[in-house]
């Protein structure tokens, strides 16, 4: 028992001599804190993913109501077209060419590639 007492105050001593070791694990609140920014950022950069994905999906949107409304314009523009290209038909079909009304519009028509082009751009600018 004296050689056990003797060693376990020499432990004792050598302890008291020597200052205390910091241990080598870093504080239980930098780890946590570590820990916890690592979790915001990729939190965060979900985050930002999701939003840019939201916003690529609301600009395809975007455009492709863009462009279904382009296609409509589109549409109804011929459709006045068709509708504008009937009208100087009948009109044409209507016209004396020897009325003073018919011998004018020979010479208006002179500069148009057809007879039915001359009477649209005529119906144009005498519709509004």
């Known amino acids: ?3 056990i007492d003797r060693l376990l105050s020499q432990l004792k001593a050598e302890n008291e001599k020597q200052p205390a070791k910091p241990s080598p694990q870093p504080p239980v609140e930098s780890f946590s804190t570590a820990k916890s920014s ?3 950022d990729r939190i965060l950069e979900q985050v930002k993913s999701d939003r840019d994905r939201q916003d690529r999906e609301q600009e395809e949107i975007r455009q492709a109501q863009l462009k279904a409304e382009q296609l ?7 459709e006045k077209r068709e509708e504008l290209k009937k009208t ?10 020897f009325s003073p009304e018919g011998l ?5 028509a002179e500069k148009y590639e057809s007879k039915l ?6 119906l144009l600018e005498n519709s509004g």
């Open 72 to 78: 409509k314009q589109q549409q109804l523009q011929q």
């Open 38 to 40: 690592g979790a915001i």
């Open 117 to 122: 082009a001359a009477a649209i751009d005529y």
């Open 88 to 97: 100087a038909q009948v009109w044409l079909e209507k016209l004396d060419p």
């Open 1 to 3: 028992m004296d050689e």
């Open 104 to 108: 004018w519009f020979e010479r208006f």
